[in-house]
């Protein structure tokens, strides 16, 4: 059966979500413990000892172990699935586009959302005011390059979906909610659709 899967997270963040979406994908049954960061539930002495040191979710705790970083814990889970190419550079390819997710793509959309939803426009602080409009433009950028790459395919990695597929899933299907027009990139929003579609698909909260 292998060891007890519980996962730190917050339910509305994109981050937690791939997770929970991989999971559903390959029929695994994880527990969920939820944390308020707007109330600063990840800074805790207890969090910061026993979870994760950085005070960061989400966080896939494995047995007595504990795995920060989403994508990371995502690999751990779909290892040995078909959600993983077994050929050599379908599987870099994969991984390159896991971690053009990481640097380009949620550092952007999933910030900008953030600050939009969550913080709110007159909250802001003055630095953040100021990144705003190039992590914009870095986010648009971000989803023409996808938007470009699957003119001409399914999905972003081989024939079938992937982890690529999923990661990327996450915050792109709620990019709007940062005020990013997906309309503008409709190869993007097919590929949303079909990943919606696929079996095992689960929604992200409220």
Known sequence: MGDKLILHEYAQSGNCYK???TAAHLGRRIERVEYDIMKGETRTPEFLTNINAVGRIPVLQVGQRFLPESNAACFYLA???ALIPEDRFARADMLRWMFF???HHEPNIATVRFWVMFVGGDALSEVQRAQLPAKRLAGERALQQMDDHLALRNWFVGEAPTLADICLYAYSHVAEEGGFDLSLYP????WLDRMADLPGHIVMEA
């Open 101 to 103: 997710e990481q640097y």
């Open 79 to 81: 290892d040995g699935s």
């Open 19 to 21: 997770i929970r979406l």
């Open 187 to 190: 190869h993007v929003r097919a």
